[in-house]
């Protein structure tokens, strides 16, 4: 369905002269990990002081329902080996896609990003984090959350890194079970105004540091808590299971809720906002057992302009539905249960037109689309182009003209609902994309 323009951006004329390719700069990519992080103290803090999860419900996307695979450390395999340490399975999970966690040969974001020269830092609040190395600077130990955030700002400024993962754990230290989770004075609570503060500092750098517009910013937890006043998260726990997720950036949507997301996705999403190649799973060729491939799915209902439901195949919930909600505290038990569910239902895969959207994020330089009087609009560019597509978030052209090779193209006063993305391309091929209005 096509509108008149000024039907559609009547109040944003002034946002649509001023629009530039967001998408065309470098992006960066934040994830941000509060531990032990669960839905409802996001949500009851978000109301009483915490303005930077304010700001995700009201700015971002927050997922509905949030999973974590396999919420317990220390976890062993047949063998006896413990292949992760004391890391969390949702803390490596959010970094390879994957959903078993049987050796540490595993291809992530950070491996990916160095093969694009992308540099990357990771910071975790306690020594148990001192199994993910991959990034190109890591630390790990008992630190504030201060020294947390001030380890990644620390490194964003002075190495301009693009891949920014910190995990604040002193949350955890104001346990004391879950009769304080709806009191937002209990030492829990008022502990996620500390992290919420730092969270803050960290946007603010962004922002001084003029990224902030083309930043991808994931908050999130990796686990929920033990249903008892000890500071766990036991896999027997059904509540261990239940972390908060939450995303913002360019192109997606904003105060919107999604139904379902777990852990694993957010490697799938942070792979793609980065341009990287695609993950390649378990590399260690000792792993037998499969898949091996990624099972993180691609979330294309964050974006703007696409439908809320997803076709997700939802693997730790109906790994939770398959124990009758009751896990064991296992990991070979949750592995077994698993894997079958794993090759039974597929995950969402990134579609090759959106694929090819990811060659196009790094335009060379700017360009401008002006108001017309009659209601129509007019591209202009520091460079040659013939043709001017208008698309939707998953990469589907939803208007199109072409013209002479020049520096402008004229489109009339129609727009079509949903649109995102303004792509020039030149002798067929692609060179620049910007994000259209609705989507700022």
Known sequence: MKLPLNSILKSGLMALALAFPVLAQKTTVVIFFIDGLQPESAKLMAANGAKNLKFMFDSGVVAETSLSPY????????????????????????????????????????????????????????????????PDFHTAGEITDQAVVQ??????????????????????????????????????????????????????????GGVWDSTYLIVAADHGMNNNPISLHDADQITSWDPFISFHGPGLKKGETIPYAELSDIAIMADY??????LKGVLDPKVTI????PTGSFLSNLFLGSPKELNHPRYIERFL??????????????????????????????????????????????????????????IVAPYLFDQVDVMAADGRTLFSREGALGKSL???GIVPTGATVVRLRKDGKPIAQSLTPSAR
């Not at 906002?273 to 695609?278: D, I, K, N, T």
């Open 151 to 208: 380890f990644g700002i620390d490194h964003f400024k002075a190495d301009h890194t693009r891949l920014i993962r910190l995990h604040p754990q002193r949350i955890r230290d104001g346990w004391t079970g879950p009769a304080g989770i709806p009191d937002p004075n209990s030492t829990y609570n008022k502990a996620i105004l500390v992290a919420d503060a730092e969270l803050g500092r960290l946007i603010q750098t962004l922002k001084d």
């Open 290 to 293: 499969g898949p091996k491939e």
């Open 273 to 278: 906002w980065l341009g990287l190649r695609p």
């Open 71 to 134: 919420p317990k450390e220390g976890y062993t395999i047949e063998n006896g080996t413990a292949p992760w340490g004391n890391t969390s399975p949702g803390n490596v999970a959010c970094h390879n896609g994957c959903h078993i966690f049987e050796s540490k040969n595993v291809d992530d974001i950070f491996l990916a990003g160095r093969e694009k020269g992308i540099k990357s830092v990771f910071a975790g609040g306690t020594a148990n984090y001192t199994e993910i190395t991959t």
């Open 410 to 412: 004229d489109l009339p």
């Open 321 to 378: 539905a398959a124990v009758n909600q009751k896990p064991k505290a296992d990991y070979i038990s949750y592995r077994n249960t698993l894997i079958p569910i794993l090759k039974q239902y597929s995950p969402v895969s990134i579609s090759e037109q959106t694929r090819r959207l990811m060659d196009m994020q790094r335009a060379p330089e700017k360009f401008a689309i002006r108001t017309l009087s009659g209601g129509g609009m007019r």
